[in-house]
């Protein structure tokens, strides 16, 4: 089992960044794929980007490719997600989630966090 906190979240305007970090528990961190998701008020949960145990593998929603960047340092049990060009259309609320099979096998993502705010002005 791995617990998740999300931090990171604010305000920015648009065009700008914002870097948001997920501490994981425990000594098995390497063993999760990990992702990030969002959602905003009224709409739907949506993938935004996922990463393999190792971290060679990289995977990134249409709407946020060539913009944000996952990462991960397995030695810290943290997943970073670095999010540049934003716009306020990238508001909503982000969640870390980790699972023990396929990075993009979307429904098995078992484990999250309590979600971080980000909301970026026009």
């Known amino acids: 089992q791995v617990q998740l906190v999300e931090s990171g979240g604010g305000l920015v305007q648009a065009g700008g960044s914002l870097r948001l970090s997920c501490a994981a528990s425990?000594?098995?961190?390497?063993?999760?794929?990990m992702g990030w998701f969002r959602q905003a008020p009224g709409k739907a949960r949506e993938f935004v980007a996922a990463?393999?145990?190792?971290?060679?593998?990289?995977y990134y929603g249409d709407s946020v490719k060539g913009r944000f960047t996952i990462s991960r340092d397995n030695a810290k049990n943290t997943v970073l997600l670095q999010m540049n060009s934003l716009k306020p259309e990238d508001t909503a609320v982000y969640y870390c989630a980790a699972t023990a099979g396929g990075a993009l096998v979307l429904h098995d993502y078992a484990y999250w966090g309590q979600g971080t705010q980000v909301t970026v002005s026009s």
């Open positions: 990463i393999s145990r190792s971290g060679g593998n990289t």
């Open positions: 425990g000594r098995t961190f390497s063993s999760y794929a």
